[in-house]
């Protein structure tokens, strides 16, 4: 394959050009399976190049105190495809253990997909959808008048798991309500159902105790809200704070 800007030639499909300094890959789809990983590239709808190529990269799954290192490695590789493409997203389906594992390792911003068909999914989803992207940090994102949130460092986790997010443009902490059922399972967060805006709301709760937080989105509309909520609480789900 060769460069869609300057026409060099690529080692693989859809890497970042070293010649021009342009990307090729606009977003790869990553199949993780706990053996063996599909990375697909994705270009241009608009330049009818939609599916550029594909990587498939193996492992060999170990047992007892050498499989953190094996998934480490694992993980390592899929990253390596992913940053030499330098795409602007990553989606991904399948083992969460691998996921988690990958999204550790690289810092492009991940959606989570679960469809029988990833690659068309995902296909259909970046054609109807363009959000503006926030490139403020999480810690930046977050304001209002209340400054107490839930649960002390592991809530201010939580919240900036949430505010991480890049279609995420503000969280602001609600107050805190105490009257609440108490629980023994920990700190708990949820995003709840889109507005007419596509802006959500999360819940944390931590014992007895509930904490409302709003968080404005750059989404349009309800269904776009609603996409991004499915993100947020993967992501949640993902850092274990469900």
Do not use: W
Request: charged residues 35%; contains cysteine.
């Amino acid at each position: 394959m060769e460069c869609r800007h300057c026409a060099s030639p690529l080692e693989k499909p859809g890497d970042f050009c070293l010649v021009c300094r342009e990307a090729n890959t606009e977003a790869v789809v990553l199949e993780a399976g706990r053996e063996r990983a599909t990375l697909t590239m994705l270009g241009d709808e608009d330049r009818q190049e939609p599916i550029l190529g594909q990587t498939t990269i193996t492992t060999t799954p170990e047992d007892g105190e050498n499989e953190p290192i094996e998934l480490r490695n694992f993980a390592g590789l899929i990253g390596d495809e992913i940053r030499r493409k330098r795409p602007d997203e990553v989606y991904a389906g399948g083992k969460r253990i691998v996921i988690r594992a990958v999204r550790e390792d690289v810092h492009h911003p991940f959606y989570r997909v679960d469809d029988d068909d990833p690659v068309q999914a995902v296909r259909d989803r970046r054609g109807n959808r363009a959000l503006e992207v926030v490139e403020t940090p999480p810690a930046e994102k977050i304001g209002g008048s209340h400054s107490t949130l839930i649960g002390g460092r592991t809530g201010m986790r939580a919240i900036q798991t949430v505010a991480g997010h890049p279609h995420v443009k503000k969280v602001i902490p609600g107050p805190i309500d105490a009257g609440g059922k108490g629980s023994q399972s920990g700190l708990r967060a949820k995003v709840t159902r889109a507005d007419d805006g596509g802006n959500v709301r999360m819940l944390i709760r931590n014992g007895s105790s509930v904490q409302e937080n709003r968080i404005v989105t750059t989404a349009r509309d309800r269904e776009m809200g609603e996409r991004i909520r499915e993100d947020l609480n993967d992501v949640l789900e993902e850092a274990e704070f469900q």
